[in-house]
């Protein structure tokens, strides 16, 4: 009996295709579990999709995309959610970065207080919306009446229910709710700096602040980038605070894109022209993202 031998041709070609083999059921069930659904997500804002009209469903070409140009409703969103967005991140992103630079050094009970600073991120952001909503309740919450007390408020009100305040409700609860997530990656990159560099610039006379300008912020940059972008995508995208403690009301003051998705969708029951303001918000994120990635490779190279 003889056994044929592949060729050499034959045994490299195998040699290349075997790392693709192997990768091939992960790329199959990313392909069917996400890239499908992003597909016929997207081509629904092509389309006329109205949840209980058993006769929609056709082509509508660029009509939603034409409808969402003067839907003065979406850009008061646009607007809401850069204020929503930047607000969450920027104190995210300061608090975090206390508390990661206080967590570094070593001090009685910081084993017990790091899990304490880290609990937010481990609860569910619905629980997170229910809980504020509560807090800013002047029925059975303190923090209006704290407020009043310290004359930030003429009178115990509820924010959540004041069109010029009621995005401050989240803002609130989100900052709480992600500070956490800029503390855990912060610390990580601080604790991966050598002790010797700031050794040496101690000994050569440098400041506490010169050592965080000089050694501190250079070896974070990479990692705030890339934080910053994370967690701008996600507060974007994340509409639970907005639905739980507002509805995006009152008179959509606090109504961010995510949750006109949400309200377009699953209220209005018209998924063509959800899909068609989901579809506008991932470009802009999507611009965002190549933007800050530009900016860390300028940053990588001139390191």
């Known amino acids: ?177 992600g500070t956490p997530f800029f503390a855990i990656t912060l610390l990580a990159a601080l604790q991966s700096i050598p002790r010797e560099i700031y050794e040496a610039a101690e000994i050569d006379g440098a400041s506490n602040f010169e050592r965080f300008r000089s050694i501190t912020v250079p070896f974070l940059a990479p990692t705030m980038v890339v934080t910053v972008m994370l967690r701008t995508i996600w507060v974007a995208n994340s509409p639970e605070l907005i639905v739980v403690m507002t509805k995006g009301g009152p008179a959509d003051s606090s109504q961010i894109v995510a949750s006109y998705v949400f309200t377009q969708a699953y209220q209005g029951l018209n998924f063509g022209y959800a899909s068609a303001i989901a579809t506008a918000l991932v470009v802009l994120l999507l611009i965002y993202a190549l933007l800050l990635i530009s900016i860390r490779q300028m940053m990588l190279r001139a390191r």
């Open 1 to 177: 009996m003889t056994v044929s031998v592949p060729s050499a041709s034959t045994r490299q070609r195998l040699a290349v295709l075997e790392p693709y083999l192997y990768s091939a059921p992960v790329l199959l069930l990313i392909t069917v579990t996400t890239l499908v659904p992003i597909v016929i997500g997207i081509s629904y804002a092509f389309r006329n999709v109205m949840l209980l009209d058993p006769t929609s469903g056709g082509l509508v070409g660029l009509d939603n995309f034409r409808d969402l140009m003067s839907d003065a409703s979406f850009w008061n969103a646009l607007k809401n959610t850069i204020t929503w967005t930047a607000s969450c991140v920027a104190f995210q992103f300061i608090f975090g970065l206390i508390l990661a630079l206080m967590l570094n050094r070593p001090f009685p009970g910081r084993s017990i207080i790091q899990p304490i600073v880290f609990l937010p991120w481990a609860i569910p952001t619905f629980l997170i919306g229910m809980n504020w909503s509560w807090l800013l309740n002047p029925a059975i919450g303190p923090l209006p009446h704290w407020a009043y007390a310290l004359g930030l408020m003429s009178t115990p009100g509820n924010i959540l229910s004041d069109p010029d305040y009621a995005l401050l409700g989240p803002v609130i609860a989100g900052i709480w709710w």
